[in-house]
């Protein structure tokens, strides 16, 4: 009965193994050796803003691993921005989890080298004083132009709303 199972086992594990093994960017990333990217961050929904995190950390690492290096932007604007600051007082209070999560993410992708900028005029729209950014946060005087700078200078834009 243990040798069926382990039989089973290693079937299944072969042929998703197999099943990944066909996936990949290759005619994408053709010829590249760096690839530079934007990320512009507006997502309101706290759940949403974590999974975009988790895939856009996905996205740095199956980019190192197919031999590109990344050099990343992520720009915050709209209500994304209540989720990146010192405390909890812009946002619900079921929604601490999350931005603490967040504070996670963003020390993470500021270890891994990631430009982490925040919109002036969104944190002046939704009344959020700069001082109470994470540290890991550049304030920009105004997101838009900064999207239209990176992307003049090459950079790819990814949209995260």
């Known amino acids: 009965m243990k040798k069926i199972i382990y039989i089973s086992i290693c079937l299944i594990l072969t042929s998703t193994?197999?099943?990944?093994?066909q996936f990949n960017n290759d005619k994408a990333l053709k010829g590249?050796?760096?690839?530079?990217?934007?990320?512009?961050?507006?997502?309101?929904?706290p759940d949403l803003l974590l999974t975009r995190m988790y895939f856009l950390d996905t996205t740095y690492?199956?980019?190192?691993?197919?031999?590109v290096k990344p050099t990343i932007v992520v720009a915050f604007?709209?209500?994304?921005?209540?989720?990146?600051?010192?405390?909890?007082k812009?946002?619900?209070?079921?929604?601490?989890?999350?931005?603490?999560?967040m504070k996670g993410w963003l020390e993470h992708f500021?270890?891994?080298?990631?430009?982490?900028?925040?919109c002036?005029?969104?944190?002046k729209s939704y009344k959020i004083d700069t001082k109470d950014f994470l540290p890991q946060v550049n304030i920009v005087e105004n997101g838009y132009i900064s999207l239209i700078g990176y992307?003049?200078?090459?950079y790819a834009f990814l949209p995260m709303d």
């Open 151 to 154: 992307q003049s200078q090459g």
């Open 61 to 67: 690492s199956q980019l190192l691993d197919a031999g």
């Open 110 to 118: 500021k270890e891994l080298g990631f430009t982490i900028e925040q």
């Open 90 to 101: 812009y946002i619900k209070a079921e929604q601490r989890k999350q931005r603490l999560e």
């Open 32 to 45: 590249l050796s760096s690839i530079k990217i934007v990320c512009d961050v507006n997502v309101g929904d």
């Open 17 to 21: 193994m197999v099943f990944a093994a």
């Open 120 to 123: 002036y005029i969104a944190a």
């Open 77 to 88: 604007r709209g209500k994304a921005s209540l989720f990146i600051t010192k405390n909890d």
